[in-house]
């Protein structure tokens, strides 16, 4: 009997630090784009840079909540062998726009938005506290 409670106990101690979720936060350093005013006129996009956090699931799941907003939404991710970052996107977005992000090491990534008003690519860091 004692034997399976130690054999229970360093299996919890060794499986936790797996289980964890690990939450970042975000923020843009630099956003450039444009937004359509009228079917015929653009101008430039400026904003300030937005703050998120991500809560990483897993390697294939993370939660993406934009300040302001009340819940996170979640994103599909994919590594990609090329340089071992990772794509994320909304599997089903039914506004029809296009927000992917591209996340390298959990410390830099690079998101765009595209959508019916405006369209812009942003990039920032990430920091775990």
């Given at each position: 009997m004692k034997r399976i409670a130690a054999?229970?106990?360093?299996a919890l101690c060794i499986a936790s630090p797996s289980l964890a979720e690990e939450v970042l936060?975000?923020?843009d350093t630099d956003v450039s784009g444009f937004v359509f005013e009228t079917s015929t006129k653009t101008e430039k996009f400026s904003?300030?840079?937005?703050?998120?956090?991500?809560?990483v699931i897993s390697k294939t799941k993370r939660e993406?909540?934009?300040?302001?907003?009340?819940?996170?939404v979640p994103y599909v991710c994919n590594?990609?062998?090329l340089d071992n970052s990772f794509y994320c996107n909304i599997p089903y977005d039914r506004y029809a726009t296009v927000k992917p992000f591209l996340f390298y090491d959990n410390r830099k990534y690079r998101r765009s938005v595209l959508d019916v008003f405006r369209i812009y690519i942003a990039y920032g860091t990430c920091t775990k506290f």
């Open positions: 054999i229970a106990a360093i936060y975000c923020t904003s300030s840079e937005d703050r998120f956090t991500v809560k993406i909540q934009m300040s302001g907003s009340r819940h996170g590594k990609r062998s």
